[in-house]
């Protein structure tokens, strides 16, 4: 069981340069996150899905877009990399949390990316 | 605005007990969580919370109290392992994560 797995681990990029980040989860959980975390402040949501097939803003979504793939598989692009968008990725997954459940997220080891 | 506040850094000696307090501030409350981060590395859970009350987990216990929108972690017999950032994180009324920055706890031998 690798729980919920991140590629690449490092990326440098240019400003203006694309990237995708890729997120897989072997939990069977329905939900996906991806967060960004800078120093001094909290995760904060880029987009997140619900299920196969959807997707949804969070705090944080300009600048990037996402797909998610199939149930397993949830992927973050950044189209024109910015000197902002330097910050750890990561990518987190649960199961449904509207049934009032625990419904705890589990996360991937990270993407540190850094624009140049 | 939602709002979670935390102390930035805490230093403590090993084999010590230390407390990390957590307040909120949010539209709704569905549920409170603690996760541990070393440095480097992913959040790992560490407790959840729903009801008022203490939550025991071996050297790990969590409290909160609703009406006070407060929370705390209490760590005993500190290890150096120990040595992390502790997030604390609010679920609000639309199940979102609401994140507080995180505080750094040193151990000291």
């Known amino acids: 069981n690798a729980g919920v797995t991140q590629t690449p681990k490092f990326q440098v990029l240019k400003t203006g340069q694309s990237m995708t980040l890729l997120c897989a989860q072997d939990m069977n959980h329905e939900y996906m996150y991806w967060y960004r975390q800078d120093p001094g402040m909290g995760l904060r949501l880029i987009h997140y899905s619900v299920g196969e097939g959807t997707t949804a803003k969070g705090e944080v979504p300009d600048g990037y877009n996402v797909s998610r793939l199939n149930k397993r598989e949830f992927s973050l692009r950044l189209e024109s990399a910015a000197p902002s968008q330097t910050s750890v990725y990561f990518c987190a997954s649960s199961d449904s949390v509207s049934g009032g459940g625990q419904d705890t997220q589990y996360f991937g080891p990270g993407t540190r990316l850094t624009v140049l | 605005g939602q709002n979670i506040d935390q102390p930035t850094e805490m230093t403590a000696t090993e084999g010590a007990i230390v407390q990390i307090n957590c307040t909120y501030q949010?539209?709704?409350?569905?549920?409170l969580f603690w996760y541990q981060q070393h440095a480097g590395e992913a959040p790992t859970f560490l407790s959840y919370?729903?009801l008022d009350g203490l939550e025991e987990k071996g050297r790990f216990s969590s409290f909160l109290s609703r009406s006070k929108g407060y929370s705390y972690l209490l760590l005993k017999e500190l290890q150096m392992k120990d040595s992390a950032s502790y997030l604390c994180?609010?679920?609000?009324?639309?199940?979102?994560?609401?994140w507080g920055a995180g505080t750094k706890l040193i151990i000291k031998p």
């Open positions: 919370n729903v």
């Open positions: 994180a609010v679920r609000d009324s639309n199940y979102q994560l609401i």
């Open positions: 949010t539209s709704g409350f569905n549920g």
